[in-house]
T-cell receptor, first 111, second 115 residues
Framework: EDQVTQSPEALRLQEGESSSLNCSYTVSGLRGLFWYRQDPGKGPEFLFTLYSAGEEKEKERLKATLTKKESFLHITAPKPEDSATYLC????????????FGRGTSLIVHP | KAGVTQTPRYLIKTRGQQVTLSCSPI?????VSWYQQTPGQGLQFLFEYFSETQRNKGNFPGRFSGRQFSNSRSEMNVSTLELGDSALYLCASSLKVTANTWELFFGEGSRLTVL
């Protein structure tokens, strides 16, 4: 069974304090790993797709990296507006294209 | 380009009633998925439709059903509502980006409260 585990569950940072969120996954094979940002009461907003180990993608203060067992979302010099829940999902080979989602990391950035 | 549109955004129902939620996918997307999100369970997959056919189904009781129309718009229905059905219901339309990968784009959700 495909599994996705995100850590930590919650993270509090001061503005400008860089950190990383972790997404560990167990799948038979990986089609793609996705990162989403979700604001309270809203739908998840697509951020990145990573396909293979060693791949990296960046968007503003966010950088996502991928290894064979985990992905990291690095947040550089975060601002209060980066506060949100960050969700990770994996799409596995074999069977359907339905992704398995992690429970998310709730990030709060204090000014 | 318009995103995924879900209606209504908020609704309140009582136990035993039924509810219908609507989703208009991004233009050109033929796959629509539905998810239930609660604080305790996270995002749980309900079902997926592609070209008017249910292609995948999650582990939800038969009270949860859906359909897709020829214009790719989708509806989901929950009958005989229970208190535990209170949740944010999310619709996602999907785009095939590689031979083996589909990217999901979510709507803002429909917040259902069952009293």
């Amino acid at each position: 069974e495909d599994q996705v585990t995100q850590s930590p569950e919650a993270l509090r940072l001061q503005e400008g304090e860089s950190s990383s969120l972790n997404c560990s996954y167990t799948v038979s094979g990986l089609r793609g790993l996705f990162w989403y940002r979700q604001d309270p009461g809203k739908g998840p907003e697509f951020l990145f797709t990573l396909y293979s180990a060693g791949e990296e993608k960046e968007k503003e203060r966010l950088k996502a990296t991928l290894t064979k067992k985990e992905s990291f979302l690095h947040i550089t010099a975060p601002k209060p507006e980066d506060s949100a829940t960050y969700l990770c999902a994996v799409q596995a080979t074999g069977g359907s294209y339905i992704p398995t989602f992690g429970r998310g990391t709730s990030l709060i950035v204090h000014p | 380009k318009a995103g995924v549109t879900q209606t209504p955004r908020y609704l309140i129902k009582t136990r035993g009633q039924q509810v219908t939620l609507s989703c208009s996918p991004i233009s050109g997307h033929r796959s629509v998925s539905w998810y239930q999100q609660t604080p305790g369970q996270g995002l749980q997959f309900l079902f997926e439709y592609f070209s008017e056919t249910q292609r995948n189904k999650g582990n939800f009781p038969g009270r949860f059903s859906g359909r897709q129309f020829s214009n790719s718009r989708s509806e989901m229905n929950v009958s005989t509502l229970e208190l535990g059905d209170s949740a944010l219901y999310l619709c996602a339309s999907s785009l095939k980006v590689t031979a083996n990968t589909w990217e999901l784009f979510f709507g803002e959700g429909s917040r259902l409260t069952v009293l």
